[in-house]
């Protein structure tokens, strides 16, 4: 029962910070100028902040609930998607078929979802699950602390802190959902894997 709002919240998480960091981060790399440093040096600022300490600043502030979980981790999470997303985009950006649209008059948004995106799948979906993992460890160590998913609701670090006591006199509570998160954890980076693994090999075949 408790995986369902982990694995809920991970994925929203998740799909919040890529949709935000990918487009911020193809969009400095496109557009150049003084956005791209503009945008980069407040990623930076955002990022010297311990990311933990920095939620925890924010949820102790302002209610908790699966919004409020789900706006802050996306957020926090987005800064590393947006470095990831800007370096692959500028190597990308200098490509010549990048150029030849550019020549052909097509605008930056056709350039960003058209010529970017596609051809930077394959490291943005490794990384997409790398940052699933993340979030799964991120709202459950919330949870643990007490400023996570709220009871009557539970995952699976509310329920790894309700049973914690009882390893003590020797009951295993605690460690089910803990080994679930780690089954999960190893589940999803071999999936990354095996789709980088694909998508690679495709690639280098059509090539």
Request: proline fraction near 5%; charge should be neutral.
């Amino acid at each position: 029962y408790g995986g369902r709002p982990t694995i809920f919240i991970a994925t929203a998480a998740t799909i919040i910070s890529f949709s935000t960091g990918a487009i911020l981060g193809f969009t400095a790399a496109v557009i150049g100028g003084w956005v791209d440093p503009l945008l980069s040096r407040f990623i930076d600022l955002i990022m010297s902040i311990p990311t933990l300490i920095f939620a925890l600043v924010v949820l102790s502030v302002m209610p908790v609930n699966t919004v409020t979980l789900l706006l802050v981790m996306g957020f926090l999470d987005s800064t590393r998607v947006f470095r990831l997303s800007r370096a692959v985009a500028v190597d990308i950006n200098v490509m010549d078929y990048v150029e030849a649209a550019k020549l052909r008059g097509e605008g930056r948004r056709w350039v960003i979802f058209r010529e970017i995106l596609p051809n930077a799948l394959s490291p943005l979906v490794a990384e997409m699950g790398m940052r699933f993992i993340f979030m799964v460890l991120f709202v459950s160590t919330l949870s643990f602390l007490g400023l996570g998913v709220q009871p009557p609701e539970a995952d699976w670090g509310g329920i790894v802190k309700e049973n914690k006591d009882g390893i003590i006199y020797g009951i295993p509570a605690a460690l089910i959902p803990a080994v679930a998160i780690a089954t999960l954890a190893i589940s999803v980076n071999l999936v990354a894997d095996w789709i980088l693994n694909r998508t690679t090999s495709l690639k280098g075949g059509r090539g």
